[in-house]
């Protein structure tokens, strides 16, 4: 049992609400619908209460229930309604927990989940929430310059309304550029390398971390968009800025990532800052490689979760 775990937005009894998010309509891989569950079956609620957390667990509305009869006409935007409407929902779970002030954890699931996270956070805390996004990819796509046609590579530009389709007009926030940061980039579309420049937004890529160290860029990071660390922080971590060697469960791997110390050294660092509000757990694939990868995958998520809010601080 672990004494305080400080945190300047979360009230005592510290709680954590794991919210689970089976969903795969964001990209075109089964499996990805069973991410949250593995990650609840090898224990994680259970690790975290052990912390001295007080653990809530709820789900989404589940997404099957969720699906539209049919889809409207979205040109090659694979799912647009049933996304919209999954996203939706886990916006307003997510809204209600960081509105009870405790820290809602989204086990996905895919990455278009995104879109309903940092809404209901944002729409809890206000302009002043700070994202950082973990990712091989800059998942920062519109309608328009998507190839894929997979959400999970648009969220970023849907959430920040850089993407404006009207099915997505409940997506009403006041999230700023400016407090948006990538870092363990490596796979960026001529397209997404366009809008991250015309709209100057931070990133940090893997050459970043490579040059400087983890550590730099995530103090940089943070010089740049909460330099008192005073402002609430929103973690997404798509597990597919890891190495494939540390995460090989995924649908969209990309040689060259972070290592298991460099996404952990993330995850203690922000849990350090007291500001953690917020993380996305996604991209997790139960149903890619053997249960060998799927063994690695699903530790490597639990215990990135379980750094993030203070596992290995003293
Ligand atoms: N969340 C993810 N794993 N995203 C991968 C996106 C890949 C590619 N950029 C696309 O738009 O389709
Ligand atoms: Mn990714
Ligand atoms: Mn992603």
Not at 146 to 151: A, D, K, V
């Given at each position: 049992m672990y004494t305080t775990i400080s945190n300047k937005f979360i009230k005592a009894p510290f709680s954590v609400s794991l919210i689970s998010a089976p969903f795969s309509g964001g990209q075109g891989k089964l499996g990805t619908e069973y991410g949250a569950e593995e990650m609840l079956k090898f224990g994680l609620a259970n690790q975290i209460e052990q912390m001295g957390y007080v653990v809530n667990q709820l789900s989404i509305e589940a997404p099957e229930n969720l699906k539209p009869l049919s889809e409207p006409e979205s040109g090659n935007i694979k799912n647009i309604q049933w996304v919209s409407n999954v996203c939706k929902e886990l916006s307003s779970k997510v809204e209600q927990e960081c509105r009870a002030r405790s820290l809602a954890i989204t086990l996905g699931g895919d990455h278009s989940l995104g879109i309903g996270s940092l809404d209901g956070s944002s729409k809890a805390y206000g302009d002043d929430l700070c994202v950082l996004w973990v990712d091989a990819h800059a998942d920062i796509n519109t309608f328009d310059t998507?190839?894929?046609?997979?959400?999970h590579g648009c969220p970023v530009a849907v959430a920040y309304r850089i993407e404006k389709s009207p099915i997505f007009n409940w997506v009403q926030n006041n999230l700023r550029k400016d407090r948006l940061a990538y870092i363990g980039l490596r796979d960026i579309d001529r397209e997404e390398m366009k809008i991250l420049k015309d709209l100057n937004i931070k990133v940090f890529t893997m050459y970043h971390i490579d040059k400087y160290g983890i550590s730099k860029v995530f103090d940089m990071a943070m010089e740049y968009m909460n330099p008192n660390l005073d402002r609430p922080i929103h973690l997404s971590f798509d597990i597919d800025c890891l190495d494939p060697i540390y995460a090989p469960s995924t649908g969209t791997p990309v040689r060259g990532g972070m290592t298991s110390r460099e996404g952990h050294f993330l995850c203690e660092a922000i849990s350090e800052t007291g500001c953690l509000v917020a993380i996305d757990l996604v991209e997790v694939n139960p149903r890619i490689g053997d249960t060998d990868s799927l063994s690695i995958t699903v530790e490597m998520g639990c215990s990135l979760i379980r750094c993030a809010i203070g596992e290995s601080l003293l």
């Open positions: 998507t190839e894929s046609g997979n959400i």
